[in-house]
């Protein structure tokens, strides 16, 4: 059941069995890293849970108009709640109607089902807003949450949900599934290692051409130790062009790039992320003493949150290749 969802059959099974159960809980939280399937698991399911005969059958009256496209439903019994355009959150205004519709009996199904993206977003004001209704649910209603970080949800909300945990998915599956769509096999291996598990992730590297991103990290590192780090750092595109969105990409391909230098430097190349460049790598570390690399490493996780604030984009990335060129010539 639910095929087209890779992976994760223990959650399937959870999800087979609330089907049948006549005692349910009112609330679920999918919770997990971005791209492993949880929207698409919930929605899904949510076809399955508003189908008449209790399967998700295409014959059935409730299923035909339940209605699939690039990811939207529209069915009388379904609410999807997502964050706004431009908004990095969920907002108040949001819980508010969304508990007006509480008011509201199943039109079609027995049941109703509202999923709720990236309820990790929601601040204070909002969350407490939604635990009103989480509080009281309505009778036949059932919310999904959908959360990369748990962390972020209110203890409260969190005491009164069922949690499902998502997992990244072995290498060979999202290698697998890259293949089926047409991705050349040694780049499908590289991305589906770099994505960490994460199908949608591997996708969007792949959209987002990351290999090439990949290269242009490779090149810094080679020309590394820098004779004159000011001049040549002036008018690298990597530092004078990139967008934040580039820039965010550039450094964590950088940051998988030290990490296996790392590894390879002290023997541990099994599981290497960039698992095409073993050759390469083994000659980026040779100049490198282990805890150059560390700090390395820890400058780049420090450049990767900056990149996440208002700073300068060309700072960062200028600031951050001076101290990587510092740490190389220790």
Same mark, same amino acid.
């Given at each position: 059941?639910?095929?087209?969802?890779?992976?994760?059959?223990?959650?399937?099974?959870?999800?087979?069995?609330?089907?049948?159960?006549?005692?349910? &809980?009112? /609330?679920?939280?999918?919770?997990?890293?971005?791209?492993?399937?949880?929207?698409?698991?919930?929605?899904?399911?949510?076809?399955?849970?508003?189908?008449?005969?209790?399967?998700?059958?295409?014959?059935?009256?409730?299923?035909?108009? #339940?209605?699939? /496209?690039?990811?939207?439903?529209?069915?009388?019994?379904?609410?999807?709640?997502?964050?706004?355009?431009?908004?990095?959150?969920?907002?108040?205004?949001?819980?508010?109607?969304?508990?007006?519709?509480?008011?509201?009996?199943?039109?079609?199904?027995?049941?109703?089902?509202?999923?709720?993206?990236?309820?990790? %977003?929601?601040?204070?004001?909002?969350?407490?807003?939604?635990?009103?209704?989480?509080?009281?649910?309505?009778?036949?209603?059932?919310?999904? #949450?959908? /959360?990369?970080?748990?962390?972020? #949800? #209110?203890?409260?909300?969190?005491?009164?949900?069922?949690?499902?945990?998502?997992? &990244?998915?072995?290498?060979?599956?999202?290698?697998?599934?890259?293949?089926?769509?047409?991705?050349?096999?040694?780049?499908?291996?590289?991305?589906?290692?770099?994505?960490?598990?994460?199908?949608?992730?591997?996708?969007?590297?792949?959209?987002?051409?990351?290999?090439?991103?990949?290269?242009?990290?490779?090149?810094?590192?080679?020309?590394? &130790?820098?004779?004159?780090?000011?001049?040549?750092?002036?008018?690298?595109?990597?530092?004078?062009?990139?967008?934040?969105?580039? /820039?965010?990409?550039?450094?964590?391909?950088?940051?998988?790039?030290?990490?296996?230098?790392?590894?390879?430097?002290?023997?541990?190349?099994?599981?290497?992320?960039?698992?095409?460049?073993?050759?390469?790598?083994?000659?980026?570390?040779?100049?490198?003493? &282990?805890?150059?690399?560390?700090?390395?490493?820890?400058?780049?996780?420090?450049?990767?949150?900056?990149?996440?604030? %208002?700073?300068?984009?060309?700072?960062?990335?200028?600031?951050?290749?001076?101290?990587?060129?510092?740490?190389?010539?220790?």
């Amino acid at each position: 059941m639910w095929d087209s969802v890779l992976g994760h059959e223990q959650n399937k099974e959870f999800l087979q069995n609330f089907l049948k159960a006549q005692a349910r &809980p009112h /609330a679920l939280l999918f919770c997990g890293a971005e791209g492993l399937g949880k929207k698409k698991l919930a929605l899904e399911f949510a076809k399955s849970f508003l189908c008449l005969n209790g399967v998700g059958n295409d014959g059935c009256e409730a299923c035909r108009l #339940l209605n699939f /496209a690039d990811g939207n439903v529209s069915h009388p019994d379904f609410i999807m709640v997502e964050r706004l355009p431009e908004k990095r959150e969920l907002l108040i205004d949001q819980m508010r109607e969304l508990i007006k519709q509480a008011a509201y009996a199943p039109v079609l199904s027995k049941n109703k089902i509202c999923i709720i993206e990236d309820a990790d %977003t929601m601040r204070e004001a909002a969350a407490n807003s939604f635990l009103k209704l989480l509080e009281e649910p309505p009778d036949g209603w059932l919310i999904i #949450l959908l /959360a990369s970080s748990e962390d972020k #949800l #209110l203890t409260t909300i969190l005491s009164r949900v069922v949690k499902l945990r998502f997992n &990244p998915l072995a290498v060979a599956d999202v290698k697998q599934l890259l293949v089926e769509r047409g991705i050349a096999d040694q780049e499908s291996e590289v991305l589906a290692r770099i994505s960490e598990g994460s199908v949608g992730a591997a996708l969007n590297l792949h959209q987002q051409q990351a290999l090439e991103y990949r290269q242009t990290a490779i090149s810094f590192l080679e020309a590394l &130790p820098l004779e004159m780090p000011l001049n040549y750092l002036a008018g690298r595109t990597w530092v004078e062009k990139y967008e934040r969105s580039e /820039a965010i990409l550039f450094v964590k391909l950088l940051q998988l790039l030290l990490r296996d230098m790392l590894f390879v430097k002290i023997g541990m190349t099994a599981n290497l992320y960039n698992c095409d460049l073993q050759e390469i790598l083994t000659a980026l570390c040779g100049g490198w003493q &282990p805890q150059g690399l560390k700090k390395a490493l820890a400058a780049v996780s420090d450049a990767y949150k900056a990149l996440n604030t %208002t700073t300068g984009v060309k700072l960062i990335l200028e600031n951050l290749a001076m101290k990587i060129d510092n740490f190389r010539k220790e």
